[in-house]
């Protein structure tokens, strides 16, 4: 079975602090991606990566930055966190473009 | 740009009975693939059932099923023998081939009436 896993259930940040959350897949799998959820609003692309240190910019990247130095692994990095990130972010991977993408638990997030 | 669209916010249904979740999207492509998409109250998300533009058939795993028209653009999942366990928010998603874009639904709660 796939497992992505996150780094963090639930996370309370304070503004102006930087935040980091991780994000492991054990599938050697090609594609990493970031969203978050918020209710009434679905799951919103931020970032996605297609291979080690490539990234692309998703619907709402504004506020973020992801890093991607290993295969495995794909970060998503709050610069500054502000109180409107308060949300869910998920992690997800999938092998290629077009095949499904398996999600991580997600993390909670509130910015104080 | 394409668009998913859950117009129906909740349902609920009877332990054992039947019921279908609402599905329309708006795209150009030819090439591209529909999910849905489960998410349990505090649980991880997972993949219910994927469907291939390309086949004719509708996709079925055990319970589910889709009623996948191409042309209306609509892309229905029906829940047979409807089981507690199936209480959960469900995601409809769309995705080309072109590239791995996942463009979601707003999601339905759906609940389950013992």
């Known amino acids: 079975d796939v497992k992505v896993t996150q780094s963090s259930r639930y996370l309370v940040k304070r503004t102006g602090e930087k935040v980091f959350l991780e994000c492991v897949q054990d599938m050697d799998h090609e594609n990493m991606f970031w969203y978050r959820q918020d209710p009434g609003l679905g799951l919103r692309l931020i970032y996605f990566?297609?291979?080690?240190?490539?990234?692309e910019k998703g619907d709402i990247p504004e506020g973020y930055s992801v890093s991607r130095e290993k295969k495995e692994r794909f970060s998503l990095i709050l610069e500054s966190a502000s109180t409107n990130q308060t949300s869910m972010y998920l992690c997800?991977?999938?092998?290629?473009?077009?095949?499904?993408?398996?999600f991580g638990p997600g993390t909670r997030l509130l910015v104080l | 740009a394409q668009t998913v669209t859950q117009s129906q916010p909740e349902m609920s249904v009877q332990e054992a009975e039947t019921v279908t979740l609402s599905c329309t999207y708006d795209?150009?492509?030819?090439?591209?693939?529909l999910f849905w998409y489960k998410q349990p109250p505090s649980r991880q998300m997972i993949l219910v059932i994927r469907?291939?533009?390309?086949?004719?058939q509708n996709a079925t795993e055990n319970r589910f099923s889709v009623n996948f028209q191409k042309a209306a653009k609509s892309f229905s999942l029906k829940i047979s023998d409807s089981q507690l366990g199936d209480a959960a928010m469900y995601f409809c998603a769309y995705l080309t081939g072109a590239n791995s874009k996942l463009t979601f639904g707003k999601g339905i709660t759906l609940s389950v009436r013992p």
């Open positions: 997800a991977s999938s092998p290629l473009p077009g095949e499904t993408q398996y």
């Open positions: 990566s297609y291979d080690v240190k490539m990234k």
């Open positions: 795209t150009s492509e030819s090439d591209y693939y």
């Open positions: 469907q291939e533009a390309y086949k004719q």
